[in-house]
């Protein structure tokens, strides 16, 4: 709406006029321009403009913040005044919910966030997990050490559920897609796979909506526990034929956190020894020349004598800069009644561990009909996906063998791992424990891994009226997998107990169906919205293994060339079938009641308990359409819900079943579960509230979302130990009870808003208490998950996440005790730190200038703790510069325990790194604060002006320059803070000789036709 009084002149340039709100206070900060044009001017404090060369048959566009954008003719009018009313859209967000139901935002009673997805192609990844990183409020997300095709942690609110069961749900445009990994790492080693739904194309999607803990999610039942990332991928729009094209090359290079010495050769005691496994060694001052040791130990001539002297930075030189070359096409187009889209992508990525690559291409076509009376979508991706020697963690991964690698040892002597004989060389001479990791990245003796993957849904909904409509969707998630790992080349010292060659594919299949009758209508001051309907929800997994045991024709990759064959499969199969409903009753736009309702029938639970019910309430109020407030209050809500919600268990947890094998084809394995079962097994239960305050001001320049929940969960299905006698090694149990709170604080603003300037700003901040109520009568303390060095558990009456391992005796003041051989005293079982951190937050700011564009995230946690094992095995092996004080002797400080009296032994370090050190180290003395501040992502954006483009079919070009995991600002560990080995719970206490991490940074072309 906008009002004018004017005079009339012939032929005026110049315009002048006063803008105001509804209120008729007067607005700065006002846009005027003439429109299709750069000629424009802002309103000043007291709301007043004048705009220069305009012409009579020009149109001015008003635009602020927070209000409806005006377009008014000037028509030979010389002052122009303006009331600029309030943008009901301001009030009116459309955000996607549960079951991909759209909703009014000011009508939810629960918490949830819109991350925007524009910037998704610019700051590529290739996995969609890590792209949110920094964008959600109080989630924690933590990308696995593996890097590149590895897994990522996602948790909402905290670690509730013992049983490992803390991801959230994913769902794409209304069905919910598997999340499974293909494998994981360990302590002992393997490669870590990134689950399934982060391998979504993100060229595909449109918006990301994330409905935090059960209280958002309870529609969904007991997959949805941990809340819910929805995803709504983007349609064909009607009118002519649309091409889109979106290019991205991005590098990846590695860095060094960690500080290794460069002056001790490999030895001992000071003195070089070839046989020596760590850097005690003399000097590398080059005065020493010894016999290279693949001449010593492999007779190969060709390799002379050297001195010792320092090495070059062996990250830099063993790894290699990743590349990611990522190509997408899209066509769009149709009518009114029917539209489609269709999309293919390319992508070719390289990591930085030699040999390591990762490829997909994805093809997705969404098409949409609508009638009168029949609305229909159908929806089809595919992608394929092939995996070449993805890097191994833990005790036999890549990294672990270069900390162990004495400063000596030349990576050139190295890098040829192969002999003339065929077998594997390696420093030490044969040996299974010190490996050569050129050895270990050899195509020969790597891993390959193929999948196919297609999600299909089709959606119908029939109109009976305009309030009352049925809609039946079905969707599909299934792929695929083939694995193989070989080692073609082997050392001589190990042929006798292992294979050669494994090869495995599995096969997953979900499949999700609902029907729901939706019912919309207006009664008066009342709104009305309900859904009723049922769900069916089934899996399937399918496992195909067999190995070869070792080559008897040497480098012949085959099963049938092994000399002990084996053989297994497995299978297993899951259904879950709903009712479920909800209604949501909203009064004069003020206030909303929303109840949801759910009962699941899960085959996994016995009889007497598969049925659990799960139903929720919410309450929202708009105090800013109930009362006056004052002017700088544009939007005030307050909201409050409940909500109770479950998760059922894994199948075939209620009886004995047996596990079947073959060997050499003519022996049957069959070998029972080492699980005693839960015959009376009972569901999972969660129980949540929350309440929050949503806040806009100055027209929506300024926001504040809060919230504040807290949920109790019980009936824990927890695997305990049993003694070896029962004939089980465990037992599943229901038991504990545990507590969880936290706060959610999302602000956001635009501190600046003129004719060319736009800058937005955003911070989110999280925190989350997890504490253990109780366990089990007889069970005190349940172990999540634990490695050599320790143990991460958790005890009743103490925090998720105990940190468990030796620590140092001390006195009452707290001094460590020191031996009588000049050593400090141990001891075993104790914690030592928590890895949950006390919050977690992140600052994004976007400042847009005409056409140019500017980006940046900074995000980081404060607080918890993990054991550092490249830390540990550095300083047993010497490699460490810590470890170049105390080699002429050093006194460790503390007091003799027999004595009482201050320690003045003196004592080696090798020695002294040696006892505290090694596999089973003193955890206390390794372990380190995980506090960091990161700069995340960066970006620079250009787009060419239209003018430019006026003569082609081109309308629109953007150019971006874009980096990802830049800097650490500040971290206080000498390693990675961020290097877990994968996504499950426990190994977020132990970064165990990660890998690099990496920065990178890349160019995006974005083209529309």
């Known amino acids: 709406m906008w009002m004018v009084s004017f005079c009339m002149f012939a032929q005026d340039i110049t315009i002048k006029g006063n803008i ?98 524009e910037g998704m192609t610019e700051l590529r990844s290739e996995s969609v997990a890590n792209m949110l990183q920094g964008k959600i409020a109080g989630v924690q997300i933590n990308q696995s050490s593996t890097g590149m095709g590895g897994s990522t942690r996602v948790v909402l609110r905290g670690t509730s559920s013992l049983s490992g069961a803390n991801q959230p749900l994913w769902v794409i445009d209304g069905i919910p897609i598997s999340d499974n990994q293909t494998g994981t790492a360990s302590q002992w080693g393997g490669a870590d796979y990134s689950g399934a739904a982060s391998e979504i194309n993100p060229d595909d999607i449109a918006s990301i909506s994330v409905l935090k803990g059960a209280n958002a999610a309870a529609i969904y039942g007991s997959r949805a526990q941990n809340g819910a990332i929805i995803i709504t991928t983007k349609k064909g729009q009607s009118g002519e034929l649309k091409i889109e094209y979106n290019g991205n090359i991005n590098f990846s290079q590695a860095y060094n956190p960690y500080s290794y010495q460069n002056e001790y050769a490999q030895g001992s005691n000071g003195i070089f020894s070839s046989s020596a496994k760590g850097s005690w060694g003399p000097k590398m001052d080059g005065s020493i020349t010894v016999k290279n040791w693949r001449n010593e130990f492999y007779g190969e001539s060709a390799y002379k004598d050297y001195t010792l002297v320092s090495q070059d930075d062996f990250i830099h030189n063993f790894y290699r800069t990743g590349t990611n070359y990522t190509n997408t096409l899209t066509a769009s187009g149709g009518s009114d009644n029917l539209t489609a889209r269709f999309s293919f992508s390319d992508s070719r990525n390289q990591g ?19 009638s009168a009376f029949i609305d229909l979508g159908i929806k089809v991706n595919f992608m394929r996906q092939k995996g070449l020697n993805r890097p191994a963690q833990g005790e036999y991964g890549v990294m672990k063998s270069l900390i162990n690698l004495p400063r000596s040892i030349r990576l050139e002597d190295l890098r040829n791992p192969i002999n003339p004989n065929g077998n594997v060389v390696n420093w030490t001479g044969p040996n299974n424990e010190y490996l050569n990791p050129y050895a270990l990245t050899l195509p020969a003796n790597g891993n390959k891994d193929e999948r196919n993957r297609l999600i299909g849904m089709v959606q119908m909904s029939a109109k009976f009226t305009d309030y009352l409509k049925l809609t039946g969707r079905v969707g599909i998630d299934w792929y695929n997998d083939q694995m193989k790992s070989y080692s073609t080349y082997v050392q001589t010292s190990t042929t006798a107990n292992i294979s050669q060659y494994f090869n495995t594919q599995v096969t997953n299949e979900e499949f999700n169906a609902d029907l729901m009758l939706n019912f919309t209508k207006q009664f008066h001051d009342f709104d009305v919205n309900a859904n009723l309907g049922t769900a069916t929800t089934y899996y399937k997994w399918n496992n195909l293994s067999g190995s070869s045991g070792m080559f008897n024709i040497p480098y012949l990759v085959a099963l049938a060339n092994g000399n002990n064959q084996t053989v297994s499969e497995a299978y297993s199969k899951k259904r879950v079938n709903s009712i479920l409903g909800n209604a949501s009753i909203g009064y004069k736009s003020m206030i909303y009641c929303d109840v949801t309702a759910r009962n699941d029938w899960s085959s996994t639970l016995p009889s007497d308990n598969w049925s659990y019910f799960y139903p929720s ?6 105090i ?22 479950g998760n059922d268990t894994y199948p075939y947890m209620l009886y004995n079943v047996y596990n079947l094998g073959k060997t050499n084809g003519n022996i049957l394995n069959a070998v029972t579960s080492s699980v005693f079962p839960l015959y009376n097994l009972k569901p999972e239960e969660t129980n949540s509230t929350e309440v929050g305050v949503e806040i806009k001001m100055f027209n929506g320049r300024l926001g504040l979302d809060a919230t504040c929940y807290n949920s109790n969960t019980i009936n824990q299905i927890l695997k305990v130990s049993m003694p070896g006698s029962s004939g089980y090694e465990y037992k599943n149990i229901n038991a504990g009870k545990m507590a969880s709170h936290g706060w959610e604080i999302m602000l956001s603003g635009r501190p600046i808003q003129t004719k060319d300037w736009i800058w937005d700003a955003t911070l989110n901040w999280g925190m989350n208490r997890t504490k253990c109520i109780e366990l089990d009568p007889t069970l005190k303390r349940f172990v999540i998950g634990e490695t050599r060095v320790g143990k991460a558990v958790v005890e009743e009456g103490g ?28 001891e075993t079982d104790k ?58 002797g050093m006194v460790i400080n503390g007091v003799v325990k027999s004595t009482g009296k201050e320690n003045t032994k003196k004592v080696n370090a090798e020695d002294y790194y040696a006892s505290i050190g090694g596999a089973y180290g003193v955890g206390e003395e390794f372990l380190y604060d995980a506090s960091f501040a990161k700069l995340r992502e960066l970006s620079f954006g250009y787009i060419i002006p239209s003018s430019w483009l006026k003569k082609t079919p081109i309308n629109n070009v953007k150019l971006s320059i874009a980096g990802r995991d830049l800097l650490y600002i500040f971290k206080n560990a000498p390693v990675n803070p961020e290097g877990s080995f994968s996504r499950e719970d426990y190994a977020q206490a132990f970064e165990y000789s990660s890998l690099p991490p990496t920065r990178s940074f890349g160019f995006s072309l974005n083209v529309k036709f």
Do not use: C
């Open 20 to 117: 105001v709100d509804s209120k008729k206070t007067p607005l700065i900060g006002v846009t005027v321009v003439v429109k299709g044009t750069n000629n424009g001017t802002v309103t000043d404090l007291d709301g007043n403009y004048e705009l220069n060369n305009v012409s009579s048959k020009d149109e001015i566009e008003v635009s602020y913040v927070g209000t409806t954008k005006q377009i008014i003719p000037v028509n030979n009018r010389q002052r122009i005044d303006v009331i600029l009313l309030d943008d009901t859209e301001l009030l009116e967000e459309v955000v996607v919910t549960a079951l991909g139901i759209k909703r009014d935002k000011k009508a939810l009673g629960y918490a949830m966030q819109e991350i925007k997805t």
């Open 617 to 622: 309430v919410s309450l929202s109020a708009i």
């Open 831 to 888: 914690i030592i730190g928590n890895m949950t951190p006390d919050w977690t937050g992140s600052l994004s700011s976007t400042i847009q200038y005409k056409n140019l564009s500017f980006s940046i995230l900074v995000d980081g946690r404060m607080g918890g703790s993990f054991i550092s094992t490249t830390d540990m095995y550095a300083r047993t092996a010497g490699t460490s510069s810590k470890t170049i004080e105390g080699r002429e």
């Open 799 to 826: 925090r998720f996440g105990d940190i468990i391992s030796k620590a140092y005796e001390r006195n009452a003041e707290g001094r460590i005790l020191i031996g009588d051989n000049g050593m400090p005293i141990t």
């Open 624 to 645: 800013s359409q109930m009362v006056t407030l004052p002017r700088q209050i544009s939007f005030l809500k307050l909201r409050t819900s409940w909500a109770k919600v």
């Open 352 to 370: 930085i561990t030699p040999n390591h690559s990762l490829n997909r291409q994805y093809y997705d076509l969404n098409t949409q009909f609508s």
